[in-house]
């Protein structure tokens, strides 16, 4: 018999929007379900952030072993092997999804594997091969996540790769295109131009990574190049022909119709939410344009017993984004007076070098009539980054004229990823240019490029006239 099973909050998918939601829930003393059709850590996981970093990781080291004349070394009969570079990157993945499994149970989540439907505002049918339940919630989480969107010109095949495809190569292969500049695109071409591979990127408007400022994704661009990538952009993919061992793309660029063979394409035009096949309707939940569910500061849908987060919400398609939402809407559920604050949210491209953005952009701040200060301090005048061989980019802090306030930062070189980090709690915790300035960094380290371009922001740097 299929008698319902009654928990206080569901949870519809185990990425890092759903498994965080369950833990916080959870810990916050809610009896919490969370349902996975797949693995658990989601996309992020398993076929996006750690996967790919773990293949740009990979890249780098061989590129480097290389390419370290300049320091002396020259090293002879560096060889991939790739297949077991793909072991090393699924052990990786494995180790932290079994991770999330001892988090979840650690947290006495209950983990339900199957699709789950919504049958309305208070119930979910989770559906596996062979069983199907019910179950009865007072609270349910959204966070299905996204897929790849398919052209319709590029439909998937064994050539034709969407992420998840371009990350399962099994071997390196000798010419690729990618159709997309953007972060996807430019990250995994990156990281097979590092193996070795020709990367031909194809890019609609007029530049790659067109969310960031063009003095930062030139350097990239640059970058790119020496390794012989081509970037054509303000060029329009148009369609495939395969053959057993390869495609060919034609585009139009300048209203001419080029084409370009290579092993394989990789199609990374962006990402929908998985929101269609869900029975939202049936519980009311209303979708909004492109699939996407809209939401209340509190990350509430307009039921007001069901909540979304992460991909299926609107914001930048981000892992750290669906995890903040997360602890969100779990403290709402719990009561808490909880909400979004989109201000702090940084954004990173794992390219070479990392570009990395928070808060507001001098052209932002511009834009929206506020008095600023966009000081600009050089890796090449930082000493670690000269002894790292790596002093190529800038990072630029953005402060508020009246008060010097932290608004924003914007940084191009080696570990903006992890420098971005500091920016971001200075905007949160409200600090000024002179509060970073004054705060002892240690020597020699990337850091000090913060604490110098705060100095510049008051008009007296020490190590830059
Ligand atoms: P997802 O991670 O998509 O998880 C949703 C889960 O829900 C999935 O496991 C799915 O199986 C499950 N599900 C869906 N429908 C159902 C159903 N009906 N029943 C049960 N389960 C269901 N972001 C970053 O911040 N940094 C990065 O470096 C980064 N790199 C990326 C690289 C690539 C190649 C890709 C593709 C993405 C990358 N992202 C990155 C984006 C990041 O992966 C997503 O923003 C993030 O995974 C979204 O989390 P989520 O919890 O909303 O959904």
Not at 111 to 140: C, H, L, P, W
Not at 236 to 246: D, I, P
Not at 309 to 323: E, Y
Request: aromatic residues 6%; proline residues 3%.
């Amino acid at each position: 018999g299929d008698f319902a099973i009654e928990t206080d909050t569901l949870v519809v998918g185990a990425g890092p929007g759903g498994y965080v939601a369950a833990i916080r829930a959870a810990q916050l003393g809610q009896k919490v379900t969370i349902v996975e059709k797949g693995t658990l850590g989601g996309v992020c996981l398993n076929v996006g952030c750690i996967p790919s970093k773990a293949l740009i990781a990979a890249g780098h080291r061989y590129e480097t072993a290389k390419h370290s004349d300049a320091m002396g070394i020259t090293a002879d009969n560096v060889k991939v092997d790739f297949s077991k570079v793909q072991a090393w990157k699924a052990g990786v993945v494995k180790k932290l999804t079994g991770g999330v499994e001892g988090l979840l149970k650690g947290n006495k989540v209950e983990i339900v594997r199957g699709e789950a439907y919504f049958v309305d505002n208070e119930t979910v049918r989770v559906m596996d091969e062979n069983s199907a339940q019910t179950y009865k919630f007072k609270n349910a989480i959204i966070a299905t996540g996204s897929r790849p969107i398919e052209l319709p010109q590029f439909k998937y095949t064994k050539r034709v790769l969407d992420s998840t495809g371009a990350l399962a190569l099994e071997e390196i292969p000798n010419h690729i295109v990618v159709i997309g500049g953007g972060y996807i695109g430019t990250e995994l071409g990156g990281a097979y131009a590092n193996f070795g591979t020709k990367v031909t990127i194809l890019e609609g408007t007029d530049e790659i990574l067109n969310g960031f400022e063009k003095q930062m994704s030139a350097i990239v661009k640059r970058n790119l190049k020496k390794k012989g990538a081509e970037i054509i952009t303000k060029a329009l993919a148009k369609g495939v022909q395969e053959t057993e061992n390869s495609v060919t793309v034609t585009y139009e660029v300048k209203g001419e119709e080029q084409s370009v063979e290579a092993d394989y394409v990789f199609v990374m035009v962006g990402r929908r939410p998985n929101t269609d096949e869900l029975g939202l309707e049936q519980a009311g939940v209303e979708i909004g344009e492109r699939g996407i569910i809209n939401i209340d500061k509190q990350c509430r849908t307009n039921v007001s017993n069901i909540y979304a987060i992460g991909d299926v919400v609107p914001g930048p398609p981000l892992a750290h984004k669906a995890s903040y939402e997360a602890k969100i809407a779990a403290e709402a559920i719990a009561g808490h007076p909880s909400e979004i604050d989109y201000l702090g949210i940084p954004a990173v491209v794992f390219s070479d070098p990392e570009l990395a953005s928070v808060g507001y952009t001098e052209k932002q701040a511009k834009d929206e009539g506020i008095d600023i200060i966009a000081a600009k301090f050089p890796f090449a005048a930082n000493g670690r980054a000269l002894a790292l061989e790596a002093a190529e980019g800038f990072l630029k802090l953005v402060t508020r004229k009246e008060d010097g306030l932290v608004i924003g930062a914007q940084i191009a070189g080696p570990s903006a990823s992890d420098m971005i980090a500091e920016l971001g709690l200075a905007i949160e915790a409200g600090m000024t240019a002179e509060d970073l300035a004054m705060t002892i960094h240690a020597h020699p380290t990337l850091g000090e490029i913060t604490m110098e371009a705060a100095e510049v922001a008051l008009g007296n740097p020490i190590h830059i006239v």
